[in-house]
């Protein structure tokens, strides 16, 4: 088995997918996965993520040290139930307010392409975005 891919970043899984969240450090990444956890979603990796592949999907994993902690700005790190891996459905860049009507968009990752989207994170409405794409994809 190859050496997994380790990506700077927050997965949480929503009905068993994993959803990665991607953003520089203070992008919004743990404040985002802690609004999905929040509304019923499972952490599976916060700040950092091991990617793997198997059965033809990529696979995200918490690194060993830090598994099932989510650091909360103003609270510190905190002990949350997690998964010890999801199979990725969706990679999210946090990013300022995007356009409108974004063309659809993927990403390729260790061989495997995967619908990629922007959000803002701090938009009150990302959570409930994120559930869409992953119930009802963009129509083309």
Do not use: N
Not at 63 to 80: D, H, K, M, Q, T
Not at 88 to 112: Q, V
């Amino acid at each position: 088995m190859a050496s997994p891919l380790l990506v700077h970043g927050s997965c949480v899984a929503l009905g068993g997918e994993g959803v990665l969240l991607r953003g520089p450090s203070g992008a919004g990444k743990s404040d985002l996965a802690l609004r999905l956890i929040d509304g019923g979603g499972v952490l599976v990796a916060d700040d950092y993520a091991d990617l793997t592949v198997e059965s033809g999907r990529i696979w995200a994993a918490p690194r060993a040290s830090i598994a099932g902690i989510l650091e909360v700005r103003g609270a510190g790190p905190l002990s949350f139930p997690y998964l010890a891996r999801a199979p990725l459905a969706l990679l999210i860049d946090l990013e300022p307010p995007a356009e409108r009507l974004p063309e659809t968009a993927t990403e390729t990752i260790l061989g495997i392409a995967l619908p990629r989207f922007a959000i803002a994170p701090f938009e009150a409405s990302a959570p409930a975005k994120i559930r869409a794409l992953l119930r009802a994809p963009p129509i083309t």
